[in-house]
């Protein structure tokens, strides 16, 4: 299983969120998981590295929904441990 942080920006971010918009975050989070077990993300979900920002990706969660992470160092032998940076739209960009 998948071990993950948030970030203080992150945690604030995701406050600002509707709940709606939380809801669709937490469906593609939810895919992301399962992906991080198989090795391979999904198409849908358009995870990439951010460019001119080493080790950070991104996916996208909605049409314009966004959150940016990094791999961290492993707590759990084998599991991948995620840091969650930044989450919303495209203006979180400004500081991935």
Known sequence: MPTYEALPRFTADLDRLT?????RFRRAVNAFVGDLRTGRFRAGLRVKRI???PGVFEL???GNG????Q???EIVRGAPHIVWRRVGGHDIFSGP
């Open 19 to 23: 709940p709606e918009q939380r809801c």
């Open 51 to 53: 460019r001119c920002t």
């Open 60 to 62: 996208t969660w909605d």
């Open 66 to 69: 966004r959150a940016t992470w």
């Open 71 to 73: 791999y961290g160092p």
